[in-house]
């Protein structure tokens, strides 16, 4: 198999954005106020709803677990050319300004799901199918056969989520460090097609994943790298932590030499400067990422003592539709 460079959107290189804004959606003192109160009266409607003897899934349908978001008319229609260029454009974007701050616990957690679900359908997570997931340090074992990355505060290599796009919502940014860095997983594609087209053909082949649910065979599957989009693109879900956790699996086999080396490779891309665009999370900043065009990693952090001011994200994994997405 003679793999080529690819056509399609979603290539770019971090000197395009680096310094710039376009990439960034500042919301205004008016969208601000309307966030919070279409998140007020979601949570009025949640309350409403549980009074009238509504199940607790069923109030959280009212409000948190719509389809169609929070009632939003000006910020609305900024989220959906969001959604048209992460799933046509660049494939990434950060929103500035959710007043988390004014919110509370569960008012943040209405706002995390509302707003995303402007830009794709809410996918459930987990083994109790929640609509997101809280990102912060449990003290969790990174190496650990059932620890997710999201549990530690470890450096997280460069990897994508299983879902068309992933959204991370801002509510206490660490002490220092935890910088969100990201690639364009095309262009480090087309990199290696460059470099080493030899090697470009093993991300086509079946690799071992570990799901990390236990020892269990159950926990490791196969899938490739990388895959052709409809659109003459490329799709590229890669993960190293969990393709080197996987090797713990009684029938799995060691990485053969070409694996180890694009491996290698990869990780030596996806940390050039060249590719890595960072971005410190701040206070209210909910970025967008389409999880078939764009890597993301995470330095490590140091977190405050105080448990009131560490370190937390909601994570959600949205779908735009396998025709948006392009993938054959």
Not at 42 to 69: D, K, L, P, Y
Not at 164 to 169: E, F, Q, R, S, T
Request: charge should be negative; aromatic fraction near 6%.
């Amino acid at each position: 198999m003679m793999v080529a460079r690819v056509q399609g959107p979603g290539e770019w290189l971090a000197d395009e954005f680096r310094g710039g804004d376009s990439w960034k959606v500042r919301l205004d003192e008016g969208q601000r106020r309307e966030v919070l109160a279409a998140v007020r009266a979601a949570g009025a409607a949640e309350s409403v709803a549980a009074g009238a003897g509504a199940t607790g899934s069923e109030a959280a349908g009212s409000g948190a677990g719509s389809g169609e978001g929070l009632a939003l008319p000006t910020l609305g229609p900024v989220l959906r050319r969001v959604r048209a260029e992460l799933v046509g454009g660049r494939g990434f974007a950060l929103v500035q300004g959710v007043p988390v701050e004014e919110m509370s616990a569960r008012e943040r957690e209405v706002a995390a799901v509302g707003l995303a679900a402007h830009v794709g359908e809410v996918v459930p997570q987990g083994a109790d199918r929640a609509p997101f997931m809280h990102v912060r340090d449990t003290g969790a074992d990174p190496a650990g056969a059932r620890t997710r990355s999201f549990e530690h505060s470890g450096r997280l290599g460069f990897h994508s989520d299983p879902s068309d796009v992933v959204a991370l919502l801002c509510v206490r940014p660490a002490k220092a460090g935890g910088s969100s860095v990201i690639v364009s997983s095309v262009a480090v594609h087309n990199e290696i097609v460059r470099l080493r087209p030899d090697l470009a053909e093993v991300l086509y082949r079946p690799w071992w994943h570990d799901r990390r649910t236990g020892d269990g065979p159950d926990s490791f599957y196969t899938k490739p790298i990388c895959v052709r989009r409809a659109d003459g693109g490329v799709s590229m879900s890669y993960g190293p932590d969990y393709l080197r956790s996987a090797q713990r699996g009684a029938d799995v086999p060691a990485f053969t030499g070409e694996q180890a080396e694009v491996m290698d490779l990869l990780d030596r891309l996806t940390n050039d400067a060249r590719f890595a665009l960072a971005m410190d999370f701040r206070e209210g900043d909910m970025q967008f990422l389409n999880n078939h065009v764009v890597l993301h990693g995470r330095t490590a952090y140091e977190d405050y003592q105080e448990p009131a001011r560490r370190r937390h994200l909601f994570r959600l994994w949205l779908a735009t539709g396998v025709a948006e997405s392009g993938i054959s």
